[in-house]
């Protein structure tokens, strides 16, 4: 990304000036140092006149576009299923736009993302900081993808304030340097019984610790970094607001070159106009799943009944090459991981089979824990092959999740919708839109087609798959690459 400068380096060394103008040291003569630096000058004004490469020209000539963030549950996961998340999904579009291959780099924490940008290094920085924090002042921010409030969080054992006034002697801890902190400082100008303690390169969930573990009275974070992780802290919740709306934008590098930074407003400005965008925040958006009461039922089955069940999903999961906190999480939005779970419907046992998938499948007893985990376990597996190989992850795993909760047959049928519309029945996005049709059309005909329920489902598994990704500590800060260039994507150590 610094070709320009580097071809100036290399025509400059190739400059030879004759002995004769040399002293015997091989140093330049007195002389003659200003007709050298004259040239020096001249090749320089050569270069400028030379027409320059743009941001955009380079991304289609490299046939990368180039993204670095932070892999977490609000920007994106490498996992055993493919990439995913809201960031990756986004990009992977705005790739796909560009006709080019995504690589998407971890750089572990927000400063190495703000320098990989400042120092040219990637072409787009997923910040995760609001386009009004200091941190961003000398980049360019894109239009916003997302708004979020900015909350002081606290331990939910203690009186809740109604306002900033009413918050006594206290310590809030923030993130250095962040818009929260220079947010809190005006607050708490006149409030000396008030500290705030600004911490150097804290990670959301590290910062939620603080105030957990009772090292803090408060943290400030915003709304899009705690609902991710509220599944985790079944004693910690929101206090107040700080700002209602901030808001969340991709960040480039600010030059006289607006070609890349162009192209990203355009995609985006079509992608809300669409409402793709929108979807798309929303499906990966946390929801209503993890109130407090959810989240203390929730940490109690991960205390208490996972570890029962735990060794038959990871048994089941690698003989079909799952990730089995994925298979937990189809168990856990089913049946609560309970064995005896039966439905309205008739649905028994922890993966609540139907009697004729359990027949199907081999299941004799659909209330025996290990015949109904290798049950579901098979049965997905069977329906994630069904997919054509077009459909690529994470689009296969939500599809496939979907035929799991109302039949693979609807999610078929919504495909040939799709393509018989001209639209892409390889992304889920889409599919989710034309089960919605074929839903209106069937109560036009008196019929019921349960498309709200499995929609809900897949967001709902996904959810879980996320928090058991945090809970279990599988999602770590080593640094990974992700392409999109195939239906299995390579992935690789980035090696610093």
Known sequence: ??????????????????ARLRSASGKLAPRMAFRAGFITLLLLALFQLQPKTTALQQVHERGELVVTGISGPTTFYQTSAGDRGLQYELAR????????????????????????????QTDIAITGLASDDPRLARLRTAAPYMAVSEQLIQRLDKPLPASFDDIGSARIGVVAGSSEAQRLRN?????????????????PLALIERVDNGDLDYVAINSNEFDARRALFPNVGVSLNLQDVSELAWAFLKTQDQSLYAAAQTFLAKKQADGSLGRLVAFYSQGDTFDPYSVRSFQRDVAQRLPRYQPLFEKNAEKHGMDWRLLAAIAYQESRWQPLAVSPTGVQGIMMLTNDTALHMGVEDRTNVPQSIRGGAAYYQQILNSLPASVREPDRTWMALAAYNMGPAHIDRARTHALKAGDNADKWLVVSQHLRTMAQEARRNGRNIPVGQALHYVQQVRRYYDSLLLATNNAGSEDRVATNNTSNSSKKQITR
């Open 1 to 18: 990304m610094s070709g320009g400068f580097n071809a100036l380096q290399a025509l400059l060394a190739r400059v030879r000036l004759p």
């Open 93 to 120: 579009l705005f790739a796909e736009e560009l006709q080019v291959k995504l690589v998407l780099k971890d750089a572990g924490n927000t400063g190495s993302v703000l320098n990989a940008i400042r120092y040219n």
């Open 187 to 203: 607050m708490a100008r006149w409030r000396s019984d008030i500290q705030i303690v600004e911490l150097d390169g804290v990670d």
